[in-house]
């Protein structure tokens, strides 16, 4: 969906750099996601964010730390960037009314070397 | 905790034929199973999704069955198109009250023509 966004699409950067992804939104929709995709790992949960003020680790969120600017803003940063943390990143975001069906950004692949 | 398997892996099946992609969920609170396709290079999109309370529900050429005892549901694609092949998600939520989504590995199924 174009209404939800991320940038940046690609980045390589080295091992130790911090780095930050950022997603927006124009949907409207409370609720925003940071995932982790990786082959054959399908899409992973780091961290989670039901409105401005809730921020939930996920199931991977060791490495990473995330920021909700606003409602329409959610960032993750890796605050040390590490060769493991390759993969492709995807934001998504939900409404709170809608049982959980999630609309996804374009990704951000990421390469630390 | 938590947990979606997904099977097959992979799947390849002859154009026109019927592919069957089979998810076991571990939380008996889940109670809404989206699926969610992903064609090569782009994001996840949601393709149909079931809620508890039915059993079954079409859409054109996919189906979703759900079966609350066994805590199992599928996705059934009929009269396969090249435009087919992608990787396909199966997912669990609770639902409202907790809109994380668990998501299964994923497979990856081809049409050969």
């Known amino acids: 969906d174009a209404d939800v966004t991320q940038t940046p699409r690609n980045r390589i950067t080295k091992t130790g750099k911090r780095i930050m992804l950022e997603c927006s939104q124009t949907k409207g929709h409370d609720r925003m996601y940071w995932y982790r995709q990786d082959p054959g790992l399908g899409l992973r949960l780091i961290y989670y964010s039901f409105d401005v003020k809730d921020i939930n680790k996920g199931e991977i969120s060791d490495g990473y730390s995330v920021s909700r600017q606003a409602q329409a803003k959610f960032s993750l940063s890796l605050e040390s960037a590490i060769p493991n943390q390759t993969a492709l990143y995807f934001c998504?975001?939900?409404?709170?009314?809608?049982?959980?069906?999630?609309?996804f950004g374009p990704g951000t692949r990421l390469t630390v070397t | 905790g938590e947990n979606v398997e997904q099977h097959p892996s992979t799947l390849s099946v002859q154009e026109g034929d019927s592919a069957v992609i089979k998810c076991t969920y571990s939380?008996?609170?889940?109670?809404?199973f989206p699926w969610y396709k992903q064609e090569l290079g782009k994001r996840p999109q949601l393709i149909i999704d079931i809620r508890s309370n039915v059993g079954e529900k079409k859409d054109q050429r996919i189906a979703v069955t759900l079966n609350k005892t066994a805590k199992h549901f599928s996705l059934h694609i009929t009269e396969t198109q090249p435009e087919d092949s992608a990787v396909y998600f199966c997912a669990a939520s609770r639902g409202s009250s907790a809109s994380k989504i668990i998501f299964g590995s994923g497979t990856r199924l081809s049409i050969r023509p």
């Open positions: 939380d008996s609170a889940s109670n809404y």
């Open positions: 998504a975001t939900s409404e709170s009314r809608d049982r959980g069906r999630q609309y």
